[in-house]
């Protein structure tokens, strides 16, 4: 089933058969809540999901086909349930699909919480599992595409507005790396705005760079070219990419400018040094953006561009 974020970005819970390498098949489907804090926050680092959610706890279940203890996990779910907001995290291993796993396991995690409180997944999902999630009550609330750009005839589009509005940046403004961002304290705001942005939660981002500064990875976020600018000390626009060895492309997770500098010189100069970017890295023909579908002017420039839309992910939820 789900996931967002940033993914985003090489997602940990794809790995779930590293976690659980292997089960036998059973008819039976069994639920069990991992009451361990130990074993949940084993569960909760190998899916990349942070523990405590607005100060809400993470509480993890797991679905196991057959009723033997030592027969492997088929799928996980997880619940952060704060005053205002349930967040949920459900994911059933591929070859485990079909077998009612998926609904075992959300019929225990809603089982036992505040009827009045409304649901939200934290990360978006493709169309079946979109389907998958209506049939139980949830709802679209928008959604979430990837947008297929050539690097070179973006460059070269960008490359004419650049030399006509290069000179409206203000001489106080600075671009910095991400890494230089998260230094000065601005990596908090900086995951606020983009999990506003294309839903997720906030600490997942944070716990990301955390990560990519403890290991040097760029697999979930590259604090190197990852790019935040500022002007008068106060970040006014980001951009999350790294090199996603998937499709083989140069990838912008998040792209976010703040209301007043749409259409203006900062997103301009994000965009330029992306591609600019992206062509030194020389891996890749193409770049892919990802936008949730109010974004109109990031869907608006993709379609300017001739760039191809790829399969959207919804954003889902539940009164």
Not at 142 to 166: I, M, N, P, T
Not at 191 to 206: D, E, F, K, T
Request: hydrophobic share 50%.
């Amino acid at each position: 089933m789900p996931l967002l974020l940033p993914s985003a970005v090489a997602r940990p819970y794809k790995n779930l058969h590293a976690f659980v390498p292997a089960y036998n098949r059973a008819p039976m489907i069994q639920i069990t809540e991992l009451t361990s804090t130990d074993a949940s926050a084993a569960v909760l680092a190998h899916l990349g999901l942070p523990q405590t959610l607005d100060g809400a706890p993470a509480r993890v279940w797991m679905a196991r086909e057959g009723s033997s203890a030592t027969v492997a996990a088929a799928g996980f779910a997880v619940r952060w349930s704060s005053a205002h907001m349930h967040w949920l995290w459900l994911h059933v291993a591929a070859p485990a699909r079909g077998q009612g796993a998926g609904s075992a396991l959300l019929a225990a995690v809603r089982s036992q919480a505040s009827a009045s409180v409304p649901w939200r997944l934290v990360d978006a999902v493709d169309a079946s599992e979109c389907d998958w999630f209506v049939r139980h009550g949830f709802v679209s609330w928008g959604h979430v595409c990837e947008y297929a750009f050539d690097l070179s005839a973006s460059a070269r589009s960008l490359e004419r507005l650049w030399q006509r509005l290069k000179h409206r940046i203000p001489p106080q403004a600075d671009m910095l790396s991400l890494e230089q961002a998260q230094h000065a304290g601005w990596a908090p705001e900086i995951a606020r705005l983009q999990a506003q942005a294309v839903g997720g939660l906030p600490s997942m981002l944070q716990e990301r760079m955390a990560q990519a500064a403890q290991t040097g990875s760029d697999e979930g976020v590259s604090l190197a070219h990852s790019l935040v600018v500022v002007l008068d000390s106060e970040p006014v626009a980001f951009a999350l990419a790294r090199f996603d060895a998937g499709p083989a492309c140069w990838m912008i997770d998040g792209f976010y400018v703040a209301p007043a500098f749409r259409d203006g010189w900062a997103t301009l100069w994000l965009r330029y040094e992306l591609v600019q970017t992206g062509l030194r890295l020389g891996r890749t023909p193409q770049y892919r953006v990802r936008a949730r579908n109010d974004q109109t002017n990031t869907v608006a420039f993709a379609r300017r561009l001739g760039a191809l839309a790829l399969a959207p992910r919804y954003l889902m939820a539940a009164p």
